[in-house]
């Protein structure tokens, strides 16, 4: 019987073994990968910023990408891709994910600061389309709303399946508000214990290309990336609802929602209610994280964001599926192969 439970024993130390070199080594390729693969932008502080930045030569415009919470900027990829070439492109990750510098400060205007400096580096007075997917959806129409001279020179806000703040904080103590931290707890957890590397938390299908599989992956299995997010599901809370935006609106939301659909699609709509130029768009058959990292929903966001920005406001949705037509009009058709 001692023999057994030592045999037992052993086994349990050997696979906890190998899941921990497991997640050490894959976090090492993946920061080496991503080394090789990015750029570096360095602040005025010295600190750095992973960004991934492509301006073509003949460029009219830039979309500046804004992540959702916890998500690298590789999720843009497929939306990157589907650009015209007449529009260049900037993305990151904030600070203390990926490569980016870690740093004790944090908050809204933080955030305002350094989209600021990327624009100020990157777009060089080319007009500007601001577009983010979850939270990143609210930070870049905040940016445009509420940081001082930032709606001059963006010609359009695109919101991706954007997370509604005062929804969210009305969400405090509620079922859905605990499973989300604690969500977030377990997967520190796993990436601690290098489960990540077995177990992606997201993109469970690898819907992109074998590069940006391995580098999300890697991603995700920093337990890091889920301390940081955590921290910004919580801060997320004390952010200001969104009263009115002074630009070109378009909001892009997912047909299936986790909870109940029409709640959702509700909320989404009370977004585009901030521009005076908005339109509302529901992608048929995408989830919130699918509208990202499948390809075909993911052409269809890069359609909005390329596209002639709303005039005045549609006042109702518009549902599209893979299969339709564009929705609107690019100035130069090529896509970025």
Known sequence: MASLERQFAVGISGLAGASLLAGAVMRFTGRRERARRFMLHERPDGSLIEVAVDIPPKARRIVLLDNGMG?????????????PADMGYVRFNAPGYGLSTPTTQYGLERHFALLQELRETYAAGLPLVLAGHSLGGYLVAAYASLHPGAAEGV?????????DVAHLRS???????????QSMIMEQVYALAGLSAFRPALNKNKTYRPDINRSSTAFLAEPRTWALAY?????????????ALDVPLSVVTAENNHGDNAAHHAVQAKMAALSKSSRHQIID?????SLLTVQAHAEKVAEVIAGDPPTERTG?????SAGDRPAAKTAAGAKRS
């Open 71 to 83: 998500m690298p900027h590789e999720y843009w990829d497929w939306v990157c891709g589907a650009l």
């Open 155 to 163: 010609s359009a806000v695109v919101m991706v399946d954007a997370t």
């Open 171 to 181: 969400s405090r103590r509620s079922e859905v508000d605990r499973w989300s931290q």
């Open 285 to 289: 058959g995408a989830d919130h994280e």
């Open 316 to 320: 109702s949705e518009r549902r599209q």
């Open 231 to 243: 921290r910004d599901y919580r801060d997320a809370m004390t952010y200001p609802a969104l009263t």
